[in-house]
Each structure stands twice: as C-alpha cells, then as structure tokens.
T-cell receptor, first 114, second 118 residues
Framework: AQKVTQAQTEISVVEKEDVTLDCVYETRDTTYYLFWYKQPPSGELVFLIRRNSFDEQNEISGRYSWNFQKSTSSFNFTITASQVVDSAVYFCALLSGGYQKVTFGTGTKLQVIP | GAVVSQHPSRVICKSGTSVKIECRSLDFQATTMFWYRQFPKQSLMLMATSNEGSKATYEQGVEKDKFLINHASLTLSTLTVTSAHPEDSSFYIC??????????????FGPGTRLTVT
C-alpha cells in the first residue's frame, strides 16, 4: 500500500514570507516517483515537480525549492518570498512502481495575505 | 508535449439524465487512462483505471454501472455518468500515461470537468 500525508490543512502567511509545505509518504517499493501539484481556484492541476526515488538531490526553481529526504520519507516544498499568486491548494502525490497508481495527499491550502 | 484535454470543462445537467465526459491525449498514445473525482475541499480520489480495448478497473466503492468508462482508442477515454443525481456533482479529472516511453510512470492530467447536477 502507499500513503501520502500532508499534515498541514491550511496555512496563512503574509506576502514575502517563506513557507514550507510538508509531505510524508509511505511505500514499500524501492522505485517510486513523488510529485507536487498546485491547484488554483480554477481547479486545474498544475504540475510543479517530479522526483524519482533514486535522485535525492534537492531542487530549486526560482522561488520554489524541494527537499527530498529518503531517511525520513519526506518531500517538503518551500516557497520563498511568497506572493499572493501562490495562494492555492498544493498536493503532494506518490506513484510507486509496483502499485502503478497515483496516490494524492489531502492537500494543503495556502493563503498568502497581501 | 504530453497534453491532455477534457471536454466539456463545465456541464450542468438535470437529475436523472446522463452526461459524457471526454478525455483525450493530444500528442501521445495512452493505453492507460485514469479517472479521478474531487469533492469540494477534498483530495483527488481514483475512481477507475481505463485500459484501451478492455474493461475498466474500478476502485472499491465506485459503481461501475453508474460510471461507464469506454477507452475505444489510444487517445480517447470517456466517462459517462448515468442517471446523474445531485450527489454526483463533483470535479472529474482524468490523467493519461504515455505508454510509448520506456519509463511509463509519468501521468499527465487533464484540466478537469466540473459537473453540476440540479
């Protein structure tokens, strides 16, 4: 079985603050992919990043960065200098090689206050 | 590349009628597509896995006679909500796997269809 836990249901920050969204996953497979998606109020899922289980390098893309720690089964997402346009629901997701189905976390709603 | 479209983006139907939602992979072949449902303020829940040329595999608790899935070609899967009721109102999202890639773990999501049953 596979499971994704996003313990933070809702987070509010003031614009320009940094914010980290937590994601903890469970899987018995050694080959798996982790994803982050952004879902703005329009509803469309916006792909942010994919990371495979063999690549533990952290990644930075502009104001976004991701910290993948296999030792703690976590794949956290940090937004630096948050902006109002970052307000959305963010989903962490897991796809295991053996399971072949994507499991989504419950999502974290981020509200950036101007 | 790897674009998935859904049609319609929004649909309103009366209770008791049926509505069909299309999911298309525009620039790749997808022998496998997935249908998800998302209720307001909730996560995406997998409903079924659609396989080209064969019957869909439904997740536990999903009524296969109510949610008819047809995957007749490598680029099109359809979800028909039969005899829709207000409780079927939801956001339906499909995804498609590019099976021509060696590592076919990638799934590409459509923009979703918001169904409202009145």
């Amino acid at each position: 079985a596979q499971k994704v836990t996003q313990a933070q249901t809702e987070i509010s920050v003031v614009e320009k603050e940094d914010v980290t969204l937590d994601c903890v996953y469970e899987t018995r497979d050694t080959t798996y992919y982790l994803f982050w998606y952004k879902q703005p109020p329009s509803g469309e899922l916006v792909f942010l990043i994919r990371r495979n289980s063999f690549d533990e390098q952290n990644e930075i893309s502009g104001r976004y960065s991701w910290n993948f720690q296999k030792s703690t089964s976590s794949f956290n997402f940090t937004i630096t200098a948050s902006q109002v346009v970052d307000s959305a629901v963010y989903f962490c997701a897991l796809l295991s090689g053996g399971y072949q189905k994507v499991t989504f976390g419950t999502g974290t709603k981020l509200q950036v206050i101007p | 590349g790897a674009v998935v479209s859904q049609h319609p983006s929004r649909v309103i139907c009366k209770s008791g009628t049926s509505v069909k939602i299309e999911c298309r992979s525009l620039d790749f072949q997808a022998t496998t597509m997935f249908w998800y449902r998302q209720f307001p303020k909730q996560s995406l829940m997998l409903m079924a896995t659609s396989n080209e040329g064969s019957k869909a595999t439904y997740e536990q608790g999903v009524e296969k006679d109510k949610f008819l899935i047809n995957h007749a070609s490598l680029t099109l899967s359809t979800l028909t909500v039969t005899s829709a009721h207000p409780e079927d109102s939801s956001f339906y999202i499909c995804s498609a796997r590019d099976t021509t890639r060696i590592s076919s773990y990638e799934q590409y999501f459509g923009p979703g269809t918001r169904l409202t049953v009145t």
